[in-house]
């Protein structure tokens, strides 16, 4: 997959474009649709200001979040896609600085950590997985993550939970 990113008040101490990479090597690791070539996702690293307003715009949400997803291919046209063609647009995620680093303090964890989660979580959506509708989607989805926060030596962030 290829990613057009766009940083924007986060620290630039810190290699985002790699983070984003390596995560994405990771979800590709166990969900393998998202490893096709053709595929071309932007990432929009951003402060809570301009989260809120697309959270409000585009799902009716009149707060900051900290990860949004904006798909672009259903998953049935992903799965078949095939891995020879003209590159496609997988989607859109969006971060939140000032909401990611306030979950990462409050969980105990690096920023660079909290951050690979949402990007595996927020590629996870562009592949058409969801935790909203039904409890067996969510606990798919976590399975999932945990997986290929794994492959990134990043502990189970569910593992407080039955």
């Not at 799965?79 to 990611?100: H, K, N, R």
């Not at 794994?150 to 593992?159: E, F, N, R, T, V």
């Amino acid at each position: 997959m290829h990613f057009d990113i766009e940083i924007d008040g986060w620290p630039e101490d810190k290699d985002w474009t790699t983070l984003t990479e390596r995560a994405h090597e990771a979800v590709a690791g166990v969900e393998p649709a998202l490893g096709n070539p053709r595929l071309i996702a932007s990432v929009l690293f951003t402060v809570d200001g301009q989260v809120h307003d697309l959270n409000r715009e585009w799902r009716g949400k009149d707060k900051p979040t900290n990860v949004l997803s904006f798909p672009m291919l259903g998953r049935d046209d992903l799965v078949a896609l095939s891995e020879s063609g003209p590159p496609e647009m997988l989607g859109d995620i969006a971060l939140a600085f000032e909401t990611c680093q306030c979950e990462a303090a409050e969980k105990g964890l690096g920023l660079e950590a909290h951050t690979a989660h949402l990007l595996i979580h927020g590629m996870l959506h562009l592949a058409g997985h969801d935790h909203v509708d039904s409890d067996e989607h969510a606990t798919a989805m976590e399975k999932l993550e945990i997986e290929a926060l794994a492959k990134l030596g990043i502990a189970d962030p569910y593992g407080d939970r039955d």
